[in-house]
């Protein structure tokens, strides 16, 4: 072999290499953000997943998600508003005895009023639970369930143990929405009826 030969096959040696590394760290990278998507968005991860068919494309949508409520103004309460809305959740909850659906419905507007307070946009239901999933991932899926008992409660075909587990999935995600740290939650009136999820 002569010199430009052997120089030839260094380069394209070297150029080999360097493809080879530079694939690694992309598949790294990739395999990293997928990880880091997943670790965050938690269940709504796979319900993405599975909604879309893909993985790129479900984590581009995360990715979406996350730059949209970026922009979005999301806020703290100011105590004398958290301390409205504990209230008001348990009076709404108080209700359930006398009228469960009535109190799923109250739990539904509550939710929406503190998700508004809070700075998120009251788009349509899809939008909303998209929002909420970037920075309350584990209670999107309570939100999604609640929602979907409340519209079988609004066709008639709800019972009231469905009823009940509604306003446990409101629960959590107004606990979540609300920000409410167990001390704070230790201050707040004990709640008049025992909801058990």
């Keep these: 072999m002569d010199a430009v030969n052997t120089q030839t096959v260094l380069v394209l040696g070297v150029v080999v290499i360097l ?8 598949l790294y990278q990739r395999k ?10 938690g269940s709504e991860y796979g319900r993405v997943v599975n909604e879309l068919g893909d993985r790129s494309k ?5 990715k979406r998600r996350q730059q949209r409520v970026e922009g979005l103004r999301i806020v703290a309460l100011a105590p004398g508003e958290a301390a409205r809305f504990g209230a008001a959740w348990n009076s709404l909850q108080a209700e359930f005895v006398d009228n469960p659906q009535g109190a799923v419905a109250q739990a539904d507007e509550l ?8 700075g998120y946009p009251m788009g349509d239901f899809e939008r909303r639970a998209a929002d909420i999933s970037v ?16 519209a079988r409660n609004l066709r008639g075909e709800a019972d009231t143990e469905e009823l009940r587990r509604a306003v446990v999935h409101y629960r959590a995600l107004f606990d979540d929405l609300l920000e409410v740290r167990e001390v704070e939650r230790e201050r707040m009136p004990a709640r008049p009826v025992e909801v058990r999820s």
Aim: positive net charge; aromatic residues 6%.
């Design 19 to 26: 493809a080879l590394v530079a694939l690694a760290v992309y």
């Design 32 to 41: 990293r953000q997928s990880r880091q998507l997943e670790e965050r968005f």
């Design 58 to 62: 479900a984590e581009a949508e995360l």
């Design 111 to 118: 939710v929406r009023e503190l998700m508004l307070k809070r």
């Design 135 to 150: 920075d309350h991932p584990t209670v999107v899926s309570n939100y999604r369930a609640a929602q979907d008992i409340r």
